[in-house]
């Protein structure tokens, strides 16, 4: 028991350090070594034993009512996103030593691909892992890492132009943290999701940081401000859509409002697009007129 993972101890002791006696409304008295509340502060708030409650952070009870979990939601300042992701956490029955089957490869519907390409729009479609599976030529030039094979979230924590892309981008960077592990959810001893976390784990602070704090955000709609290094500043929608048939993928597009400076812009990225295009598509060799013989001229009659 000792030996396997905790995920509902680990997630409720992290969000347990986020919390002040004052947000909780119990004063404050000494010396205080943990940052956030107590065990035993916790369990009187949310009725019930304080014994009880460490054997669910340590593991040696797995089976807490959902009541018992709401109670601590509440104590712990959850909101719903955060509440439904405790409540998966103490559904989930600890996982036996087993061979577990190789993870399906996450492709995209034909019609999906087919979409892309008519949409007007800077589009891609996403994996469970944040992976880009698809994108379409406006989304890549929104950002050259909207591209198939990159990760969005090594390429927002490892690479400093994407970085540079979001004006605000530790606060871009702690929502995409929260959205994957919403994402995730408590299928975490996938490998793919051991290899990645622990990639950036190690090579990047802020990630580490973020991840210990056991955030959890579903990925919605929400406005986008990006500083694009040839049109400047763009606010744009973002819109994620679920794909029929297609588990833990999802159809991201972004859209400006009507008539705004953004929608400007945009158009102005799409018509640098098409006249590359367009260049690209002009052929290099000599026009038939260059192929014409060049006759000599003609004679005069005093030659």
């Known amino acids: 028991m000792a030996d396997e993972p905790n995920p509902l101890g680990e997630y409720v002791r992290a969000r347990r350090e986020l919390v002040t006696p004052e947000q909780a409304g119990i004063p404050a008295f000494g010396v205080r070594r943990v940052p956030g509340l107590r065990r035993e502060e916790v369990a009187m708030l949310a009725g019930i034993s304080a014994d009880y409650y460490l054997r669910l952070e340590q593991g040696r009870d797995r089976n807490p009512s959902v009541q018992v979990l709401e109670s601590i939601a509440r104590v712990l300042r959850l909101d719903d996103d955060a509440t439904a992701h405790l409540l998966r956490l103490g559904a989930a029955k600890p996982r036996r030593h087993r061979a577990r089957p190789r993870p399906r490869k996450e492709t995209v519907p034909p019609g999906i691909t087919k979409l892309l390409t008519t949409l007007p729009l800077p589009a891609l479609?996403?994996?469970?892992?944040?992976?880009v599976?698809?994108?379409?030529?406006?989304?890549t030039a929104l950002s050259p890492r909207f591209t198939p094979g990159a990760n969005r979230l090594r390429s927002l924590f490892l690479d400093p132009a994407e970085q540079a892309l979001y004006p605000y981008w530790e606060s871009a960077a702690g929502g995409m943290v929260a959205g994957f592990r919403e994402s995730v959810g408590t299928d975490t001893d996938d490998p793919r999701f051991i290899e990645l976390v622990g990639e950036l784990s190690l090579?990047?602070?802020?990630?580490?940081?973020?991840?210990?704090?056991?955030?959890?955000?579903?990925?919605?709609?929400?406005?986008?401000?990006?500083?694009?290094p040839q049109v400047g500043g763009l606010q744009l929608n973002r819109e994620r859509l679920s794909i029929d048939g297609a588990p833990g993928r999802t159809l991201v597009i972004y859209h400006p409002d009507p008539g705004t400076d953004a929608a400007d812009k945009l158009a102005l990225l799409a018509s640098a697009i098409q006249r590359s295009a367009t260049a690209e598509a002009r052929p290099t060799g000599p026009t038939p007129r260059q192929h014409r013989a060049v006759r000599p001229p003609a004679r005069s009659s005093s030659d």
């Open 203 to 228: 090579a990047s602070p802020l990630f580490s940081r973020l991840w210990a704090r056991h955030d959890v955000q579903a990925c919605e709609a929400a406005p986008k401000h990006l500083a694009h």
């Open 125 to 131: 479609v996403e994996g469970r892992y944040f992976d």
């Open 133 to 139: 599976l698809a994108a379409n030529t406006l989304a």
